[in-house]
C-alpha cells in the first residue's frame, strides 16, 4: 500500500462502472481507459488515489487487513463477512434487495428443515434463525437459481435487481428480505492516519449523494 497515494479497493463489475462514476460527479480525475483496464492495481497520481480490484467478497478484507484505506463494498457483503471496518456512507448505488425464491410448486412446511441455497450462508442462516425457522443452508459460489430446479434446495437467497434471472429460469420471489445498497467503507488505522484525505473524500461523495437522491 503506498504511503502517499490512498489505496481504494473496489469490486468489478457493475458496482465499480457506478462508483467510477460517482467518482468523477465528485471531481476526480479517472482517465477514460480506467474503465476498460485489465489491471488489478491502477495509480491514478492525478488524484492521489491507486485503485486495487478485487472480487466484490475480498473487498472488506482488503480493508481489514490495511492492504486498502477504503473501499466500496455492497451491504450484503458487509453483512456475510463481518469485516472490521468502519462504514461511513450509503452511497446509493447499485440499488437491490435481497431475496427468497423458489419454484412456482413450493410448498411451505413440507419438510422439518428445508434445504436453502445461497452464496450468502451467514446472512440466510441468521435471517431463517429470526423468523424462527429451521433449515439447512447449502452454500454455492454461482448459478444459485439451479439448485432448486435440479432438486438441490428447496429455496434460494440471492440478490435481486430486476428479477429477470428468477423469471427466466421458472422461479418466484416469495420474501422479501432487505434492501441494498454499495457502501463507502475504511480501514480503522487509515482514518486516524490518512484522516484529511478521507474526510475530504467522504464529504464530496457525500455532497454527489445528496443532491442526486435529494
Partial sequence: MSSELLTVAMPKGRIFEEAVELLREAGYDLPPEFDDSR?????????????ILAKPMDVPTYVEHGVADVGVAGKDVMIEEERDVYEVLDLKISSCYMAV????????????????????????????????????????????????????????????????????????????????????????????TKAAQIDDMVDRLSVVVNKENA
Fill in 39 to 51: 489491471k488489478l492495481i491502477i495509480e491514478v497520481p492525478q488524484s492521489g488515489m491507486q485503485f
Fill in 101 to 192: 425464491a423458489a419454484l412456482p410448486t413450493y410448498s411451505p412446511g413440507r419438510d422439518v428443515a428445508p434445504k436453502v441455497a445461497s452464496k450468502y450462508p451467514k446472512l440466510t442462516s441468521d435471517y431463517f434463525r429470526e423468523q424462527g425457522e429451521q433449515v439447512e443452508i447449502i452454500k454455492l459460489n454461482g448459478s444459485i437459481e439451479l439448485a432448486p430446479i435440479v432438486g438441490l434446495a428447496d429455496r434460494i437467497v440471492d440478490i435481486v435487481s430486476t428479477g429477470q434471472t428468477l423469471r427466466e429460469n421458472g422461479l418466484v420471489e416469495i420474501e422479501t428480505m432487505m434492501p441494498i445498497t454499495s457502501r463507502f467503507i475504511v480501514n480503522p488505522v487509515s482514518y486516524r
